[in-house]
């Protein structure tokens, strides 16, 4: 079936480190892949998104590449700011699908420190 | 620019009553979702919605679980007699439609049994 782990959190950098989120996916049709954030009291937003093996998103800074041969989809960012500070749900969905119905990770809460 | 809405954002309700969480997906879109996340958990798949019935549900979405759209803009998922193991914070999205693999997500409703 279709699952998706996730890097354990909490995890806490300070400004500008470098930051990197484990994801890791099983799906038995031809998924795409997703990196959503959920700031404090808010919902869930499109941070990114890779539709194919070898595609990268890209948004804000964060990056993450589409690995088939590793079944990853890592989530990076060079440079973190204090803004940053959300949790971050790494998530898949197979448009062969009945519903097109989403498979998330359990979320890494990262916290910036100035 | 259009959003997923949710009320109430914070139900507490008495075990064994019944709830109706309400959602107002985006207006030109045709598919409709809701998710729980019990705290700590990952977010998990409840049921999806098209065409004005269920496209898929998950084994959570029992019969004590019912969705609705009444009406051209609401989306409501009812339970019908809550449980302690209910209390989890709701998410409702949508999404445009075929070939679109995107989901937009509401705030989220927190439910509380007691």
């Known amino acids: 079936g279709n699952s998706v782990t996730q890097m354990e959190g909490p995890v806490t950098l300070s400004e500008e480190a470098f930051l990197t989120i484990n994801c890791t996916y099983t799906a038995t049709g031809y998924p795409s892949l997703f990196w959503y954030v959920q700031y404090p009291g808010e919902g869930l937003q499109l941070l990114l998104k890779?539709?194919?093996?070898?595609d990268k998103g890209s948004n804000k800074g964060f990056e993450a590449t589409y690995r088939k041969e590793t079944t990853s989809f890592h989530l990076e960012k060079g440079s973190v700011q204090v803004s940053d500070s959300a949790v971050y749900f790494c998530?898949?969905?197979?448009?062969?699908?009945?519903?097109?119905?989403?498979?998330f990770g359990t979320g890494t809460s990262l916290t910036v420190i100035p | 620019e259009p959003e997923v809405t949710q009320t109430p954002s914070h139900q507490v309700t008495q075990m064994g009553q019944e709830v109706i969480l309400r959602c107002v997906p985006i207006?030109?879109?045709?598919?409709f979702y809701w998710y729980r996340q019990i705290l700590g958990q990952k977010v998990e798949f409840l049921v999806s919605?098209?065409?004005?019935?269920?496209?898929?549900k998950s084994e959570i979405f029992d019969d004590q679980f019912s969705v609705e759209r009444p009406d051209g803009s609401n989306f409501t998922l009812k339970i019908r007699s809550t449980k302690l193991e209910d209390s989890a914070m709701y998410f409702c999205?949508?999404?445009?439609?075929?070939?679109?693999?995107?989901?937009?997500f509401g705030p989220g409703t927190r439910l509380t049994v007691l």
């Open positions: 998530a898949l969905s197979d448009l062969g699908a009945t519903g097109n119905q989403f498979y």
């Open positions: 207006s030109n879109h045709l598919y």
């Open positions: 890779a539709t194919k093996a070898d």
């Open positions: 999205a949508s999404r445009r439609g075929i070939g679109y693999n995107e989901q937009f």
């Open positions: 919605f098209y065409n004005n019935e269920i496209s898929e």
